[in-house]
């Protein structure tokens, strides 16, 4: 009879073990979950970093081209565009002009427009309509001054002012 006995303790030794893998597989999982997090908290970061560098990119396009058509106004009396589209096809001359190739939505915001900045109902710059925090804060060109004060992508304030 002392057949029954080993057998039970078998048993209890499989349900001791069971329960540590059980423990064990617990604690990858809650690892991996801590690692996935860690993972996708840096992917939003780079993501955002990226759409920042093409916010400076497209604003630094936008700068440009509203220089260009100022500057090559007809005629003795300089003009900003009155829309957006007037830098994509400049009708001012007997051979319109493209001073922007495509016009550019906002990467910052979800509607991708933007917050257009005015002198005498005429646009003389471009700005994000984005209230995030931007990440980068230092290392900008001399035309993008004031940039590295700046509470929200919105203070970012691509003006052409007429310098070389």
């Known amino acids: 009879m002392s057949y029954g006995q080993p057998e039970k303790t078998a048993k209890i030794e499989m349900g001791r073990q069971g329960g540590f893998t059980f ?3 617990m604690f990858a999982v809650a690892i991996a979950g801590i690692a996935l997090a860690g993972t996708g908290t840096l992917w939003q970061m780079e993501s955002r ?4 560098k093409e916010l400076l990119f497209i ?3 936008y700068r440009r081209a509203i220089g260009s058509y100022y500057d090559k106004s007809p005629g003795a009396q300089k003009q900003f565009p009155e829309k957006l589209e007037d830098l994509l096809l400049d009708k001012r001359f007997p ?3 493209h001073h922007l190739r495509r016009r550019y939505r906002d990467p910052m915001t979800a509607d991708g427009e933007w917050e257009l900045i005015r002198q005498q109902g005429r646009i003389m710059g471009v700005a994000s309509r984005s209230s995030g925090k931007p ?3 230092a290392g900008f060109t001399a035309e993008q001054e004031g940039f590295d004060s700046a509470a929200s992508y919105a203070d970012w304030y691509f003006i052409y002012n007429g310098l070389p």
């Open 49 to 52: 970093r990226e759409k920042e």
């Open 59 to 61: 604003g630094e396009e």
């Open 95 to 97: 051979n319109p002009t």
């Open 23 to 25: 423990l064990g597989l």
């Open 135 to 137: 990440i980068k804060i």
